[in-house]
Every structure is written in C-alpha cells, then in structure tokens.
Nanobody, 123 residues
C-alpha cells in the first residue's frame, strides 16, 4: 500500500526553523516526484516546493531563499527545511507524490497524498 506520512510540524516563533519530513512506504521514492503543498485557513491549497526524479526543484516565490527541499533515497524520505519562518507560512503542510517523476514537478497532478502536518508561526 502506497502511503506518505508527514511529520515535523509544530509551533515556532517568527524567524525560527522547522524541518518537515515525508516518509514513504509501499514504494520507492527514487523515481517519483514529491511535492509539498500547504493550505492556510480560508485559503486555497498551494504548491510550496517540489522535486522530481532528476532532482530538479521548484519553489513558490514566497519561500525562495528560505525553504529547501531534499530527498534521502536511502531513507525513502523527502525533507522540507523551512528557515526564517513568517506568520504567513502558517498552514497545514501536505506532501504528495506521483509516478510521473521525470516531469516538471510543479505541473504534475499529484494523486497520492499524506495526512498533513500543521505549522504555526507566531509573531
């Protein structure tokens, strides 16, 4: 069974850091694209970052220079390092994956999703 489990969310002060993890089971991440999305209260879900099977990455403008996505294939896990956090980063963060790993990852219609992890940044 293909499954993604996010962890690492929590409450942090503005300017702080968190590292989110997305652990995969039931398949190998090596050839898959992985994305991090977020949904803030009252807002639509947006893609934050993604990485494809060739390790090409994408970041939404609002997080460029602050967030970094990476994959650890040996651990079957993808990480999202979030630094210089702002209150507007507050949201539930979801990871998603798709077997169309070679595509431009920001355009993939992701089909497998985790349950989400909540990030709250206080001012």
């Amino acid at each position: 069974q293909v499954q993604l489990v996010e962890s690492g969310g929590g409450l942090v002060q503005a300017g702080g850091s968190l590292r989110l993890s997305c652990a995969a089971s039931g398949f190998s991440l090596d050839y898959y694209a992985i994305a991090w999305f977020r949904q803030a209260p009252g807002k639509e879900r947006e893609i934050v970052s993604c990485i494809n099977s060739a390790d090409a990455t994408y970041y939404v403008d609002s997080v460029k220079g602050r967030f970094a996505i990476s994959r650890a294939n040996a651990e079957n896990t993808v990480y999202l390092q979030m630094d210089s956090l702002k209150p507007e980063d507050t949201a539930v963060y979801y990871c998603a994956t798709d077997e169309r790993g070679g595509s431009a990852c920001e355009w993939i219609p992701y089909e497998t999703w985790g349950q989400g992890t909540r990030v709250t940044v206080s001012s």
